[in-house]
T-cell receptor, first 113, second 116 residues
């Protein structure tokens, strides 16, 4: 079954803790993205990766880190340096440089207690 | 930097009627893509329709169509014969054709309610 999976669906974290959100895809897409969504706002880009072992900061990268060791996986770590991490996080993929459409995973809701 | 504006935070439509959602954008580029994404209560983002800026013909996908006015930088979405399942947040998005990566820019969204 092809697609993009994100886990967990809901995540709770205590203040001061790092937490990692998973994003896996079996679409063989080259590019992967992480977005943050807050109520009443659109999506804001955190990080993106065009190829394995390479990634770039988006508009709101502070307090986040990523890795891209495998084509299929692009985990996002929310560090304790992120001041307001409670949000909905969406992972997306895009097939290649010449394609334009993004496809999204189901998202992870992170709540900081 | 490009920006996308959706001036209608909320809209409602009667089932089986037609509704139009507005989107305007600001860019200095001439070649780009525009998208409408739907986010139902499940929060899964679903592509509704896409438009290539160099194509003059408006894109259509079944009950969904767009009115693309390049000079006015306007990209509205028309939903015909509205169904209860159309209730969702709708996001307008822009992507530069010439850029590899990060220039997907999203508007703040319009919440559409469909009344039975």
């Amino acid at each position: 079954d092809g697609g993009i999976t994100q886990s967990p669906k809901y995540l709770f974290r205590k203040e001061g803790q790092n937490v990692t959100l998973s994003c896996e895809q079996n679409l063989n897409h080259d590019a992967m993205y992480w977005y943050r969504q807050d109520p009443g706002q659109g999506l804001r880009l955190i990080y993106y990766s065009q190829i394995v072992n390479d990634f770039q900061k988006g508009d709101i990268a502070e307090g986040y880190s990523v890795s891209r060791e495998k084509k299929e996986s692009f985990p996002l770590t929310v560090t304790s340096a992120q001041k307001n991490p409670t949000a909905f996080y969406l992972c997306a993929t895009r097939q290649g440089a010449r394609t334009d459409t993004q496809y999204f995973g189901p998202g992870t809701r992170l709540t900081v207690l | 930097a490009q920006t996308v504006t959706q001036s209608q935070p909320e809209m409602s439509v009667q089932e089986a009627e037609t509704v139009t959602l507005s989107c305007t954008y600001d860019t200095s580029e001439s070649d780009y893509y525009l998208f409408w994404y739907k986010q139902p209560p499940s929060r899964q983002m679903i592509l509704v329709i896409r438009q290539e800026a160099y194509k003059q013909q408006n894109a259509t996908e079944n009950r969904f169509s767009v009115n693309f006015q390049k000079a006015a930088k306007s990209f509205s979405l028309k939903i015909s014969d509205s169904q209860l399942g159309d209730a969702a947040m709708y996001f307008c998005a822009y992507r530069s054709r010439g850029n590899y990566g990060q220039n997907f820019v999203f508007g703040p969204g319009t919440r559409l309610s469909v009344l039975p």
